[in-house]
């Protein structure tokens, strides 16, 4: 292994999770002035942005393997109460164990020897490569381990939210005759 890997997270699942809140919520401002609502559109544009600056910072994670083990890390911008990060030697990975999700998905986590659980990163770019260092550098088999979510479920999810990008345009428009914002 070179010195330093590191993985960020898949650029397809950082574009359409971003893209899907900015879908979700671009209306919204609008409507609130078009139809009056208690709540003024300054304020929800001010949720929005930070809405959206918290999303950002959740996708930066990156995930760094060297020869001494595994981080999660997060750019020095992000504050530490609100993303930690984590770090663990090789030399204390006991396992890797799997977990189902609530909707039956597959999650793996480090087991470390004093028994704490660490999450194995799935959505970054170059999993594969990422799971083949973990078995080199734990001698844990891997062979079965995959990522939670497919490259095409993502890309289902992207074609979606840019055809809700279309139905925003459209309400947008509406609401903008309907009220003359």
């Known amino acids: ?54 999303l950002y910072a959740v996708l930066t994670e990156r995930v760094i393997l060297n020869e001494q083990g595994i981080q999660v890390v997060y750019p020095a911008w992000v504050p530490k109460f609100f993303r930690k990060g984590w770090s663990l030697p090789w030399s204390e990975v006991q396992q890797l164990k799997p977990r189902t999700t609530g909707q039956g998905g597959i999650v793996y986590y480090f087991l470390s020897k004093d028994q704490k659980a660490y999450l194995l990163p799935m959505r970054v770019a170059g999993f594969a490569r990422l799971v083949r260092i973990v078995q080199e550098k734990t001698g844990i088999d891997t062979t079965d381990v995959y990522p939670l979510a497919q490259p095409w479920m993502y890309l289902i999810l992207l074609t979606f939210t840019l055809l809700m990008f279309l139905v925003d345009g459209w309400t947008i428009l509406t609401a903008r005759a309907i009220g003359n914002w």
């Open 1 to 54: 292994m070179e010195t330093s890997c590191i993985f960020r997270l898949s650029p397809l699942i950082r574009i359409t999770l971003l893209s899907l809140y900015v879908a979700l919520t671009l209306p919204l401002p609008v409507l609130a002035d078009v139809t009056n609502a208690p709540v003024p559109s300054s304020l929800l544009w001010v949720g929005i942005v930070g809405g959206f600056a918290i």
